[in-house]
């Protein structure tokens, strides 16, 4: 019994001791309303706000940065009274607000719920690939995806056949024009249309632009090899490689092109090469040799390599900047290209954005996402009822599963591949689980459900049972990462942080935006009566108070003439100044100008404007008097006639609206954080703010 007693005293000691030495390690700097804020909590705030790394060793706390931590202390605890207050309105579940929360979190989430080393294992097997292009050439024989299992079969044996022939050495462009299901390769455009067949002749490509299979395939090829058939969405391929060219990016060339419809046409481009091998210009030898238009120089449009013929890739990659290709033949003639210019492979680390983003359309994107479902199916203990027994014994000699995917099956129909299936109630009377995930269950009623609202276009099957099983993987897949993503908040600190980081930050808008700057642009009868209130507390003799008050202001009338003979500036000084003396009105002084004016079009344009002293270069600054002065310009004239001049004054409410809506919502935020203050309650516990060092 002592012994115990002592036990439980060491124990109350020991927990005292921890607690006592984390209150000294991490002690309360804030408490509002309730809410004890921490040391921690408000220093990793202010240190992320200057931009200096938690890491840092702490120096002298001088003047300066005492008075930033003073600073930010306010911002911080007027930041929170603001939220606190926010909660308690429930501006977390404004809709827009609900809305825009869920889209970060989307894609906040995304790299979570991946393999993220199968995702790196992807962009790696991608750049590795990136080094070379491909030139290759393919047979097509068609089988749809959810083909029947005897039509794939069927399609399987004739392409195994077809792969025999081009292994054992057959011409691999008459078998395509022969047996490819492609219409390219007999050059069938459909419609009736036709053009000349490419044989089976891909070009050049590289990744990202064959579907994942095809790529792989060829990619795994040497020149020269044929490959048995690989299966796609399109169906069974065959394909050769002719060759791994060097990846290059956009080219500038410049090219000589003699055309085939030239009976002479190689012994033209072997001139125009041996003009170029003596050391005249490219751009002089196109001019004279080529059948492309060349008064430009030869050059071509920037092209990417899959964007030029075969023929040129193969002479570019091997080229130098400057040197310029043999003459070499295509089905458009002969062909001399000079390398101008043409772009390496980008390091890893910057193709990865681009790879990122194509593979959101491309079928590789599926294994980093099924790689993380089975991962997540082993951390929340998956268990499939469906592939369960019951015990075996000598009354239940053939057990039954302890989940079935019958009534799934049965619910089909043919709508299901047209989109069109809905799920209902009477479809389910099983309402054992199919599997478990964590401490949820799932239903047949929940795998219905999610087919309904996940049907896509396929071709009819008839097999239902073979639909249910493909849907019924996905479907677990899917739960596995929805649980995980559910779970995210608990199991990822981090995330939970930067998702409360963008709520408080949306809250915080919403909240100052109703209670502060959209009501100062809204309350009309308050902004006039603040404008009243606190025009005559600024100052002319305060520079900062120079935008409430104008300067010296001028009325002038800007009158150009178009030229000095129509209306000669004396004459028009004239009329000008009997204006200014008040002998005639302004209409009847634009009158007299344009009667002085010899011909019938107008001699002038004339404008009337307010103009402010160091904000207008119209008038000098000796000029903002009454008068009129003379200005030459390159063709005519110009006189600037000041008939009134303002001495400066207070702007009117309209005239500085801008800054006096600035100010009153200035001033309606410290009202508010004054009443916060009040209604919450704020205590700073100085001792531990002072010992602050950073």
Known sequence: MKKSIIRILSLALCMSFALTVSAQSDPILVEIGGQKIHKSEFMKEFLRSIGQSPEAAPTACTYEKRQALEEYLELFVNYRLKLTDAYLNQFDTIKSLKRELSGYRKELAAPYLIDSATMQMILREAYDRNRYAIHASHILIRVDKNAAPADTLAAYKKAIEVYAKANAGGDFNKLAIEYSDDPSAKGDLGQGMQRRGNAGDLGTFTVFQMVYPFESAAYALEPGQVCKPVRTQFGYHIIKLHEKIPFFGKCTLQHIWVSSKNPNAQQVANDAYIQLKEGKDFAAVAKNYSDDRAENGGYTPNL????????????????????????????????????????????????????????????????????????????????????????????????????????????????????????????????????????????????LKYIEKNQSMVRNMGDYATYINGRYKDFTNDMAVAYADENLEVEHPEFKELLDEYRHGLMIFSYNDKLVWGKAIKDTLGLKQFYKDNVTKHSMDNPEDDPYFWNTRANVINIVFFDSISVKPAKAKKIVAKYMSGKIKKEEMFAQLEKAGKGEIVP???????????????????????????????????????????????KGLMEARGYYINDYQNYLDAQLVKKLRTCYGVKIHQDVFDAITY
């Open 304 to 447: 990417d390599m899959n964007q030029m013929p075969v023929e040129y890739v193969s002479h570019v990659s091997s080229l130098k900047e400057g040197e310029f290709s043999e003459p070499f033949r295509t089905v458009m003639g002969w062909h001399i290209v000079r390398l101008v210019k043409k772009d390496a492979l980008p390091p890893f680390e910057d193709m990865v954005p681009v790879y990122q983003q194509r593979l959101a359309r491309d079928q590789r994107n599926t294994a980093p996402k099924e790689e993380f479902a089975m991962h997540c199916k082993d951390r929340y203990g998956f268990t499939d009822y469906t592939k369960m027994y019951e015990k075996k014994s000598k009354k239940n000699p053939k057990p039954k599963a302890l989940a079935s995917l019958d009534e799934a099956v049965a619910a089909m129909t043919d709508s299901v591949y047209r989109m069109r299936w809905h799920y209902s109630d009477t479809m389910v009377t099983d309402m054992r689980p199919l599997f478990k995930l964590g401490n949820k269950e799932y239903t047949c009623v929940d795998f």
């Open 604 to 650: 002038f344009q004339a404008e009337t404007s307010v103009v402010e002293e160091g904000n207008s270069s119209l008038l000098k600054s000796n000029e903002y008097k009454t008068g009129v002065y003379e200005r030459s310009e390159k063709k005519g004239y110009r006189i600037l006639v000041v008939d009134e001049v303002m001495m400066p004054a207070a």
